[in-house]
């Protein structure tokens, strides 16, 4: 079964550190795409990041950066210098059956960060 | 600006009476879907939409309807709605549903008593 996993329920930070968060997947596709949401209190989701999993370096946005070890299937998100602002719940997710139909999420880690 | 809307943002409704929440999109996507958010689970697909007059289930779609006359509209359809309804909805639109960013609603926090 095409699942995402993120086991973390709950994680802390203190403001300026760097934080990772964890996400583990299962496919039996070769080509897909791995994306990183983020849902603040405001409940909109974003975008926070992108990675082709035939693309073997890892995408970057700013404080954003992303572990994809592609063999192991894990996609970890990197959060440098972690601001107030990134307090939110984090989901991470894929199209896992190559049908280009939906986004499996994981159940979502909810993040604080400590002034 | 590109968007998506969903309408009501809250609604308290009581079982067994039938409503519908609203979706639309500006951005020309030929691809649309609806998810529920529930704690603990993430977010689980309900139906989705490949295109007008094409609409397939998703992982828990028992007991809502979707129509998709047009593309810009993709509601979603609860005829006899159920206290475990209960939950935050999410409409979603995406050019390549999978392989591009997919765009949120702003979400639609329904309780049903």
């Known amino acids: 079964a095409q699942t995402v996993t993120q086991s973390q329920p709950e994680m802390s930070v203190q403001e300026a550190e760097t934080v990772t968060l964890s996400c583990t997947y299962d496919t039996s596709e070769n080509n897909y795409y791995l994306f990183w949401y983020k849902q603040p209190p405001s409940r909109q989701m974003i975008l926070v990041i992108r990675q082709e999993a035939y693309k073997q370096q890892n995408a970057t946005e700013n404080r954003f950066s992303v572990n994809f070890q592609k063999a192991a299937k894990s996609f970890s998100l990197k959060i440098s210098d972690s601001q107030l602002g990134d307090t939110a719940m984090y989901f991470c997710a894929s199209d896992l059956t190559g049908a280009n139909s939906k986004l499996t999420f994981g159940k979502g880690i909810t993040l604080s960060v400590r002034p | 600006e590109a968007q998506v809307t969903q309408n009501p943002r809250y609604l308290i409704t009581v079982t067994g009476k039938k409503l519908t929440v609203t979706c639309s999109q500006n951005m020309n996507h030929e691809y649309m879907s609806w998810y529920r958010q529930d704690p603990g689970l993430g977010l689980r697909q309900i139906y989705y939409?490949?295109?007008?007059?094409?609409?397939d289930k998703g992982d828990v779609p028992e007991g809502y309807k979707v129509s998709r006359k047009e593309k810009r509209n993709f509601p979603l359809i609860l005829e006899s709605p159920s206290p475990n309804q209960t939950s935050l909805y999410f409409c979603?639109?995406?050019?390549?549903?999978?392989?591009?960013?997919?765009?949120f609603g702003q979400g639609t926090r329904l309780t049903v008593v």
């Open positions: 979603a639109s995406s050019l390549r549903p999978g392989l591009e960013e997919a765009f």
């Open positions: 939409s490949m295109n007008v007059e094409v609409t």
